[in-house]
């Protein structure tokens, strides 16, 4: 078994080249993923969470292109791929779960149609073999009668039952990378919680290495082993779930803990991070989050680099909340 990353991303920068001016949607961004394991990509709207999900999968349309980087996907570098190898990738060995499922479904198809085709497009088997495969992961997501549920088209299905289909068919393949773009948003939670237990055992059992993003702490706190933090297309900070979700380094990391409503004690205000997010065309010199920071100081007006703060724990920061008494303020 090979000890080498899944997928190794170095510093990937992917830009719009708008009448504007470059969007630098995602600038400088590196982060490791092994196998078997689940990396949480956290940050609020617009951070270049997705952004940076579809430049792995070679899903950037223009004015969008890759500007910089490596994407080395098991010792490879996809950046450099023909769209045509890409083509023999996607769907088979990385696939994409999409927020919206309708992105994954044909509205004029039935599902049995669309699952067959998928199976047959990577494998040589039978029109018969397929259809079970299909049959068998609807079950997976959860999907009741799915012998029945294979002959309906995606609009006889609920919101959340189509997005279940979608998962069913990144499924398929049982790919060793899942690129997974807030899919369970739409769901009702005992269905999130299903679909995040099975995610987590096909990731054990199969070697299955999974990207999760998420705006969600509380889904990547129980699913996920690393977290890499968003803001601004730039990681702010990188480490294990437990340590930066325990002991976070980053003022912005501390600010989206502490919104979460559940850590709030009874009558007191919601506490909320300042401000808004920076237009990535005109982003402020220096560090990204200094206006919105209630660290911010000097040193700021610099731009940070990503450097290791503590063993093992990398965050973007000049003033990083490094005590204990810091950290549950």
Same mark, same amino acid.
């Given at each position: 078994?090979?000890?080498?990353?899944?997928?190794?991303?170095?510093?990937?920068?992917?830009?719009?080249?708008?009448?504007?001016?470059?969007?630098?949607?995602?600038?400088?961004?590196?982060?490791?993923?092994?196998?078997?394991?689940?990396?949480?990509?956290?940050?609020?709207?617009?951070?270049?969470?997705?952004?940076?999900?579809?430049? =792995?999968?070679?899903?950037?349309?223009?004015?969008?292109?890759?500007?910089?980087?490596?994407?080395?996907?098991?010792?490879?570098?996809?950046?450099?791929?023909?769209?045509?190898?890409?083509?023999?990738?996607?769907?088979?060995?990385?696939?994409?779960?999409?927020?919206?499922?309708?992105?994954?479904?044909?509205?004029?198809?039935?599902?049995?149609?669309?699952?067959?085709?998928?199976?047959?497009?990577?494998?040589?088997?039978?029109?018969?073999?397929?259809?079970?495969?299909?049959?068998?992961?609807?079950?997976?997501?959860? =999907?009741?009668?799915?012998?029945?549920?294979?002959?309906?088209?995606?609009?006889?299905?609920?919101?959340?039952?189509?997005?279940?289909?979608?998962?069913?068919?990144?499924?398929?393949?049982?790919?060793?990378?899942?690129?997974?773009?807030?899919?369970?948003?739409?769901?009702?939670?005992?269905?999130?919680?299903?679909?995040?237990?099975?995610?987590?055992?096909?990731?054990?059992?199969?070697?299955?290495?999974?990207?999760?993003?998420?705006?969600?702490?509380?889904?990547?706190?129980?699913?996920?082993?690393?977290?890499?933090?968003?803001?601004?297309?730039?990681?702010?900070?990188?480490?294990?779930?437990?340590?930066?979700?325990?002991?976070?380094?980053?003022?912005?990391?501390?600010?989206?803990i502490g919104s979460v409503p559940s850590r709030n004690k009874r009558g007191e205000p919601l506490r909320q991070i300042p401000g808004m997010t920076p237009s990535l065309l005109n982003l402020p010199?220096?560090?990204?989050?200094?206006?919105?920071?209630?660290?911010?100081?000097?040193?700021?007006?610099?731009?940070?680099?990503?450097?290791? =703060?503590?063993?093992?724990?990398?965050?973007?920061?000049?003033?990083?909340?490094?005590?204990?008494?810091?950290?549950?303020?």
């Open positions: 078994m090979t000890s080498a990353p899944t997928l190794e991303v170095r510093n990937l920068q992917t830009h719009f080249f708008t009448r504007a001016g470059v969007v630098k949607a995602v600038d400088d961004v590196s982060f490791t993923v092994r196998r078997g394991k689940v990396l949480g990509l956290v940050g609020e709207s617009g951070s270049g969470k997705s952004v940076t999900g579809f430049s =792995i999968i070679g899903l950037v349309d223009a004015p969008g292109r890759i500007a910089g980087g490596s994407i080395l996907f098991q010792g490879r570098d996809l950046a450099k791929l023909s769209e045509e190898e890409m083509r023999d990738l996607r769907g088979n060995r990385i696939a994409m779960i999409f927020q919206d499922p309708m992105m994954t479904l044909n509205p004029v198809l039935r599902i049995d149609t669309q699952m067959i085709e998928t199976v047959q497009a990577h494998r040589k088997v039978s029109h018969e073999a397929a259809r079970q495969r299909a049959r068998d992961t609807l079950g997976m997501v959860g =999907i009741p009668s799915p012998d029945e549920r294979l002959k309906a088209y995606p609009h006889q299905f609920s919101g959340g039952m189509r997005q279940r289909v979608a998962i069913a068919i990144a499924l398929l393949h049982e790919p060793e990378l899942i690129i997974a773009d807030e899919p369970t948003t739409a769901l009702d939670v005992t269905i999130q919680g299903q679909i995040l237990a099975e995610v987590q055992k096909l990731a054990e059992t199969t070697g299955t290495s999974l990207i999760w993003i998420t705006h969600d702490l509380s889904v990547v706190a129980g699913l996920a082993d690393d977290i890499a933090v968003m803001y601004a297309g730039r990681i702010v900070e990188k480490g294990t779930v437990a340590e930066v979700l325990d002991r976070p380094l980053h003022p912005y990391t501390a600010g989206l010199p220096g560090c990204a989050f200094r206006s919105r920071c209630p660290r911010a100081a000097a040193p700021c007006m610099a731009e940070p680099e990503m450097r290791e =703060i503590l063993p093992q724990r990398e965050a973007r920061c000049f003033l990083p909340l490094t005590s204990d008494a810091e950290q549950a303020a």
